[in-house]
């Protein structure tokens, strides 16, 4: 069965042979859905996705790592308002 692309995954496989020392140890792909890229923290220019891996094993035996990205985005906290300070006077007195 071959390798079934789905939203915000994807996989590394280790490579099995270098053909010069600055070839990548892993390679695979990423199916990143762009419609909704506003869910993603973007820094300048840039989007920056948390990604999530697993190492798994294939039917073949061969180990990769599985591969997720992480929309989840923290909500900040809103700004504290000023507390309220009890200075004894009752604000409801009409003078």
């Known amino acids: 069965m071959a390798f079934e692309h789905r939203k915000d995954s994807g996989r590394l496989m280790a490579a099995t042979s270098k053909r010069h020392e600055k070839a990548p140890d892993y390679f695979g792909e990423i199916a990143i ?13 840039l989007f920056v996705f ?3 891996g697993w190492k798994r094993k294939s039917q073949s035996g061969m180990t990769y790592l599985s591969l997720s990205i992480d929309r989840y985005v923290e909500n900040k906290p809103a ?3 000023a507390k309220k300070v009890d200075d004894g006077f009752d604000s409801d007195v009409p003078w």
């Open 33 to 45: 859905d762009i419609k909704d890229l506003t869910k993603v923290e973007k820094q300048g220019d």
């Open 79 to 81: 700004k504290p308002q």
């Open 50 to 52: 948390r990604l999530n």
